[in-house]
T-cell receptor, first 113, second 110 residues
Framework: DVKVTQSSRYLVKRTGEKVFLECVQDMDHENMFWYRQDPGLGLRLIYF???????EKGDIPEGYSVSREKKERFSLILESASTNQTSMYLC????????????FGPGTRLTVL | LAKTTQPISMDSYEGQEVNITCSHN???????ITWYQQFPSQGPRFIIQGYKTKVTNEVASLFIPADRKSSTLSLPRVSLSDTAVYYCLVGDRGFQKLVFGTGTRLLVSP
């Protein structure tokens, strides 16, 4: 069974802290994505990666960075967390073109106090 | 950028057929139309994808008219477990342009 796992289901951090969200997929997918989901705004793409060490900005990259050192792992980094980054963060992976099915992880609900 | 418009919410009863329509007036020639389903506390899950006419799988059907400016997801004989948020997604030549939108919240009642 295909799987995308995220390091935490729930996370509470303080303003100004550096936050790492980890995502691991076991499907040998070349594409990986980070989204955030907020009520009334749907899913919005933060960053994606189509290969190891490659990254591209999505719709809302400000305040975030990413790292992809290995094919199976994609990390989202909040350099200095702020309260407006409180959200649900979803990781996904896919193979091939942009139209192909994305497989999502369960999400990490991050609260920044 | 091919934006989509869906109803915010829909209500139905068990055993009924549910049709959710998505409007995508600016769809490009090469764009596919994809639908995802999301249950509470889970990530979205792929349901169905199509380019034109009709596509059917074990879960749903997708109807796309000739002008492709809209599409309709059809769920036959819904059950309580179909209560979820449904997203219509239209690709636009690159990952950056995939827009999930706000989705349609379907509530199925007994």
């Amino acid at each position: 069974d295909v799987k995308v796992t995220q390091s935490s289901r729930y996370l509470v951090k303080r303003t100004g802290e550096k936050v790492f969200l980890e995502c691991v997929q076991d499907m040998d997918h070349e594409n990986m994505f980070w989204y955030r989901q907020d009520p009334g705004l749907g899913l919005r793409l933060i960053y994606f990666s189509y290969d190891v060490k490659m990254k591209e900005k999505g719709d809302i990259p400000e305040g975030y960075s990413v790292s992809r050192e290995k094919k199976e792992r994609f990390s989202l980094i909040l350099e200095s967390a702020s309260t407006n980054q409180t959200s649900m963060y979803l990781c996904a992976s896919s193979s091939g073109t942009a139209y192909n099915e994305q497989f999502f992880g369960p999400g990490t609900r991050l609260t920044v106090l | 950028l091919a934006k989509t418009t869906q109803p915010i919410s829909m209500d139905s009863y068990e055993g009924q057929e549910v049709n959710i329509t998505c409007s995508h007036n600016n769809i490009a020639t090469n764009d596919y139309i994809t639908w995802y389903q999301q249950f509470p506390s889970q990530g979205p899950r792929f349901i169905i994808q199509g380019y034109k006419t009709k596509v059917t799988n074990e879960v749903a059907s997708l109807f796309i008219p000739a002008d492709r400016k809209s599409s309709t997801l059809s769920l036959p004989r819904v059950s309580l477990s179909d209560t979820a948020v449904y997203y219509c997604l239209v690709g636009d030549r690159g990952f950056q342009k995939l827009v999930f939108g706000t989705g349609t919240r379907l509530l199925v009642s007994p």
